[in-house]
């Protein structure tokens, strides 16, 4: 009987030792795995911040080129046009996301349109004031 209980405390322990390797080894790889995760994620981070910088920029020195050729042209204020629905000039894969590319093109287009018609009417205003305090000012 003696035996037979050695035998048993012999096997506990040896379940005991192989449960608590594998519990390790388990952890082990749980920890080694979240590393090239977080990698990934920072990477993720970094390519949707490229996309977004590049396509902000693109979309607002596009959007101020079409507005100051519509104010040249004589067309009212109207945003939309091929570039700004498209939103796909000077985007590459290597970027990112699509998505966030054509987000920050958007708001960027829209930002460059709306200053250049500013600055067009801030120009107008300016000539017209000047014109009037032509009149004014007692040089002639």
Known sequence: MNRTKFRSAIIRRTILRTTAATLALLAAFALSSAAPARADDDDYRYRHSEAQEHGYRNGY??????????????????????QYNDARNGYERWMGSFGNYKRAY???????????????????????????????????
Not at 64 to 79: A, C, P, W
């Open 61 to 82: 020195q596009d959007g101020v080129d079409h507005g100051r050729y519509d104010i040249g042209e004589g067309y009212r204020y109207n945003i939309h046009s091929q």
């Open 106 to 140: 958007r708001a960027g287009y829209e930002q460059g349109y709306r200053r250049a018609f500013d600055a067009a009417a801030f120009r107008r205003d300016r000539d017209r004031d000047a014109y009037r305090d032509h009149d004014r000012d007692g040089w002639r």
